[in-house]
Nanobody, 115 residues
């Protein structure tokens, strides 16, 4: 089992990033998959998830209308398109199955929104 997140970086407010999460050892479409983030000094929070069917998605109120989650089953990869980024979006972003795999988390990808 492995989850490898990438695509983070430093971006100015109002900018965009696309995060990727490549899964191995299990099939994303068999699970409800979510993106989480953890800001410095705060608990990890779920920002978006996609159901098994790949169509039903949910978003935290703080990112609705700005973030889009989608999945490429051929690549066993889930993405998070982030637009209109705000400084409060800063944090480490992780993907995982809703319910997790025990204590396992990938290494995450850092997003920093700053001018």
């Amino acid at each position: 089992l492995q989850l490898v997140e990438s695509g983070g970086g430093l971006v100015q407010p109002g900018g965009s990033l696309r995060l990727s999460c490549v899964a191995s050892g299990f099939t994303l479409e068999d699970n409800i998959i979510a993106w989480f983030r953890q800001a410095p000094g705060k608990e990890r929070e779920r920002v978006s998830c996609v159901e098994n069917d790949g169509r039903r998605v949910t978003y935290a109120d703080s990112v609705k209308g700005r973030f889009t989650i989608f999945r490429d089953d051929a690549k066993n990869t889930v993405y998070l398109q982030m637009n209109s980024l705000k400084p409060e979006d800063t944090g480490a972003y992780y993907c995982n199955r809703v319910g997790g795999f025990g204590d396992y988390w990938g290494q995450g990808t850092q997003v920093t929104v700053s001018s």
